[in-house]
């Protein structure tokens, strides 16, 4: 189902556009409030503390099964009622609490030219893990959210957490950015790249995602940062027969040869994986392609999800972080074991996430990535 009327709903009341609303391509036309579904809205107030409704930009239905949307309801009502957003995630989500809280996940900020000049945006912000944290260090941060309760509630959070410099759309089911050209100094895409293009089912996953590169390359302003995290198709861990949730639990999952795995996950009854991942020169390669210089690769120590260092992938760095003594190289004890044997070269390969920081190249015209 396409949801096509949210561009052509007419806003009654012209109101002074603040300088945050200008960096969407259109006005927000549509806000979104938890329980009423998308409702005509003159601009964003994005300054206001009271408002925490948010603009729509998706264009097809949500995916979400009923109790995961009625659980995320509840967790939106609660904050709004005045909960604090913790209380209420510990009321719906205690499995997921750890996790959106552990700020240990925000240590990837050191690595990025933030400054309280810099305009970010967030891509896939969850339930806000890291939205306030990224405001702090910026001048104001645009979060875009697929899912329209974690948009909403992200906002809400960063609210309570004081940010008053964050505005939050739902938006990116098309892998398109609902973005002025050249409106960022920075992106932030934390383990977002993999899943972008599971919701368009009329063309592959590889089709959605180079989309998403290109429009990151248009939005950034040149000599503005991608940072981009997302898990690594050969991972050791697969390499050595781990099970992969984009691919059914099959062992060895992303790590199989396309067409074996393509063949043995419609054994399991799927048409398509939940998801794709790639090597990390493949995604290097790809990050090139759309015109990002100066790519740095990391190695996220012991895994990507919950880092204690960022190690440049590079053998010298490697090398170097290895005579650490503190220094965990896996997460279970099997490949934190066997990661120490691989050489130092080829652990960029087999490192259980891809981090790559990458610039827009100072020479490029400002309206977007090179063909
Ligand atoms: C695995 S979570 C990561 C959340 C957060 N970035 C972190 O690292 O903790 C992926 C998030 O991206 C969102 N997402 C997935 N595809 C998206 C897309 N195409 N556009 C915007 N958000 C998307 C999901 O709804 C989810 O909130």
């Not at 912000?125 to 309760?149: D, N, W, Y």
């Not at 992106?187 to 293009?197: A, H, R």
């Not at 939005?219 to 050595?240: D, E, H, I, M, S």
């Amino acid at each position: 189902m396409t949801n096509s009327c949210h561009r052509q709903i007419r806003v009654d009341t012209e109101r002074d556009m603040n300088e945050f609303d200008e960096k969407y391509v259109a006005p927000a036309l549509l806000r979104w409030t938890h329980g009423r579904g998308a409702v005509a809205a003159s601009a964003l107030d994005a300054s206001s503390e009271a408002d925490t409704s948010v603009p729509w930009y998706l264009t097809l239905a949500p995916v979400e099964d009923g109790p995961t949307r009625e659980r995320l309801g509840r967790l939106v009502e609660l904050a709004r009622g005045g909960m604090s957003w913790k209380e209420a995630l510990e009321k719906t989500h205690a499995d997921l609490l750890s996790y959106v809280t552990d700020r240990r996940r925000a240590a990837f900020m050191d690595l990025l030219p933030l400054s309280p000049q810099s305009d970010i945006l967030e891509i896939g912000p969850g339930l806000g893990q890291f939205t306030a944290a990224l405001a702090q260090r910026s001048r104001h941060v645009h979060a875009l959210e697929v899912v329209p309760e974690q948009a909403e509630f992200a906002l809400i959070r960063a609210r309570q957490e004081g940010a008053r410099n964050v505005s939050v759309a739902i938006g990116g089911d098309d892998c398109r950015l609902p973005y002025r050209d050249a409106a960022f100094d920075g992106i932030v895409l934390n383990l977002v790249f993999e899943w972008c293009g599971s919701r368009i089912e009329s063309e592959s996953h590889a089709q959605a995602q180079t989309r998403l590169l290109q429009e990151m390359a248009r939005v950034l302003r040149p000599g503005g940062f991608l940072y981009l995290t997302t898990k690594n198709r050969f991972a050791l861990r697969l390499l050595l027969g781990g099970t992969d949730e984009h691919m059914s639990n099959i062992r060895f999952g992303s790590a199989l040869p396309r067409a074996l795995g393509a063949w043995l996950l419609k054994r399991t009854g799927r048409s398509r994986p939940m998801g794709m991942l790639y090597s990390h020169d493949s995604l290097l390669a790809q990050l090139r392609r759309v015109g990002l210089v100066d790519v740095s690769s990391f190695w996220a120590v012991p895994e990507m999800r919950v880092p204690t260092h960022y190690v440049p992938s590079d053998a010298a760095s490697v090398r170097a972080a290895r005579a650490r003594p503190d220094l965990r190289q896996g997460e279970g004890r099997k490949v934190s074991l066997l990661m120490r044997l691989v050489p130092a070269p080829w652990v960029r390969h087999v490192m259980p996430g891809l981090a790559f920081v990458a610039f827009k190249d100072r020479s490029a015209a400002p309206s977007g990535a090179k063909p």
